[in-house]
């Protein structure tokens, strides 16, 4: 009996190991929330000045159709022809690609 109980113990110590060993991993390779801002703030400006910007630091779940990942929200503004116009948008926060931008 207690060879079993060292065994199921090992066996747990194991499992447990893994899954914080993957929940480590996960968070470490996030892409900078940072660097994803300064990338569409300098996409924006190809088309004129920006009057401000923001990103939450913190990732959200994010699911479209079958695929499912981690995003930053952030968003943009800009005057245009004496206009206020909004923008946000979502970045994979494992690549920092932009998935969607919308204007508010």
Same mark, same amino acid.
């Given at each position: 009996m207690k060879n079993r109980d060292l065994l199921v113990g090992?066996?747990?110590?194991?499992?447990? /190991?893994?899954?914080? *060993?993957?929940v480590y991993d996960r968070k470490a390779t996030l892409y900078p929330a940072d660097d994803v801002l300064k990338s569409?703030?300098?996409a924006f400006k190809e088309e004129g000045p920006?009057?401000?910007?923001?990103?939450?630091m913190? /990732?959200?779940?994010? *699911?479209?159709?079958?695929?499912?990942?981690?995003v930053y929200k952030g968003g943009i503004t800009r005057h245009r022809?004496?206009?206020?116009e909004q923008?946000?948008?979502?970045?994979?926060?494992?690549?920092?690609a932009v998935l969607e931008v919308n204007k508010v």
């Open positions: 090992f066996a747990a110590g194991v499992a447990a /190991t893994y899954i914080i *060993k993957e569409v703030k300098s920006i009057d401000g910007s923001w990103i939450f913190k /990732t959200e779940p994010y *699911k479209q159709h079958a695929v499912s990942t981690e022809e004496d206009e206020l923008f946000e948008f979502l970045a994979d926060a494992y690549t920092g």
